[in-house]
């Protein structure tokens, strides 16, 4: 409660010494993907609602050659208090351009700058251990896939599916992640992974989880952007399980498609929406740690399997998976489970991992 008031005392300051601090969301895409875009910028409507900051979010669509002039032009408007964007295809732009104002403050989400070269102290990077969450995700996958008592596991063919957006190491840490929670139920489990190359192409995500659905997976895990949502359709056309990402989609599609929300076991939360407000309440606080990158995992909330009315009672069809899974958090909360980083990791040793779990 005392944490609390002192937050609150301290905005009350700001809004009455300095007027209302003021941050801009730059979508390096659009709103609308139910993932990690809208995750975001419902970071910016809580900082809005809780700590009474003014916030915009400007999209900036899927063109990589709008993305440098937007970000230059509201970095020289002076305009805003901090600058956040996210994803690895901003770090370069950002290296570049945060040394240009060095008393804008900037946050960056799912990937960080390169400190090393200098002149980013003005940077705060946020970074995931998505790897964490995936291993729940690959756990609970496994689980489902293997147990006679889920409406549309197939548990005969102990296989299941991973559709990434592009092979990157972002992308390929989920999968790590993946492949090793569903090894730590079941070393012998088969894993098909596809990548779609694109990250707002829901058609071509679906045509490639339909795929994977008819050489046998009963569980695909969908970590594409807008893309995965296809992931979700697929699921529904086949009577199979899907995953989500970043966003709780069983609550995104509860007021809009009812059999999704039933062939969707759960969601991989990147709690971006947390990360951002917690990025804006450090910064009232006097606490945000710019010239650094900061990891947030289970431990930290930065991660987790989302947990609802609907994955709850999916979870009765064999209550012992879901106590099964929460040992498992505990475990790598505690470092007894030691999960691998995709971060690092050479070719030779990623692609030994992908090759074990190959049909």
Do not use: C
């Not at 895409?29 to 910028?41: E, I, P, R, Y």
């Not at 400190?115 to 969450?133: A, C, D, P, R």
């Not at 296989?159 to 993946?178: A, C, S, T, W």
């Amino acid at each position: 409660m005392k944490k609390i008031l002192v937050v609150l005392l301290i905005a009350v300051l700001s809004l009455t010494l300095f007027g209302k601090v003021k941050v801009a969301l730059l979508i390096n895409g659009t709103l609308g993907d139910k993932s990690f875009f809208d995750s975001a910028a419902r970071g910016m409507k809580w900082a809005e609602e809780k700590l009474g900051v003014e916030t915009k979010v400007i999209e900036m669509g899927y063109n990589p050659a709008e993305w440098e002039p937007t970000l230059e032009d509201i970095s020289d408007s002076g305009e805003y208090d901090i600058i956040i964007v996210g994803t690895w295809q901003m770090v370069e732009l950002l290296e570049r351009i945060a040394p240009l104002y060095p008393d804008q403050k900037y946050v960056i989400f799912d990937d960080a700058v390169d400190y090393s070269k200098g002149n980013l102290q003005n940077v705060y990077s946020i970074t995931y251990k998505q790897n964490e969450g995936s291993f729940l995700a690959g756990a609970m996958a496994a689980l489902v896939s293997e147990s006679k008592k889920f409406k549309y596991s197939v548990p005969d063919k102990k296989v299941i599916g991973f559709l990434g957006g592009m092979d990157i190491p972002v992308i390929n840490d989920f999968l790590v992640g993946y492949i090793e929670g569903a090894k730590y139920i079941d070393p012998e489990i088969k894993v098909l992974i596809s990548y779609v190359g694109a990250w707002n192409d829901p058609a071509k995500g679906k045509e490639f989880t339909l795929s994977m659905y008819r050489q046998g997976a009963d569980v695909v895990f969908a970590v594409a952007g807008e893309t995965g949502n296809g992931v979700l359709a697929a699921a529904k056309e086949m009577d199979r399980w899907a995953i989500g990402v970043d966003s709780d989609m069983q609550l995104l599609y509860e007021e809009k498609d009812m059999d999704i929300v039933n062939h969707t076991l759960s969601s991989m939360m990147k709690n971006v929406d947390y990360s951002l407000y917690r990025a804006v309440k450090l910064y009232l606080e006097g606490k945000m740690p710019v010239g650094k990158a900061e990891a947030l995992g289970l431990k930290e909330k930065g991660i987790g399997l989302a947990d609802n009315k609907y994955f709850r009672e999916i979870m009765k069809s064999d209550p012992w998976v879901l106590v099964k899974l929460k040992d498992i958090e505990l475990g790598i909360i505690r470092g007894e489970i030691k999960v691998p980083t995709a971060y690092g990791m050479s070719n030779e040793e990623l692609n030994k991992i992908r090759n074990s779990v190959r049909p």
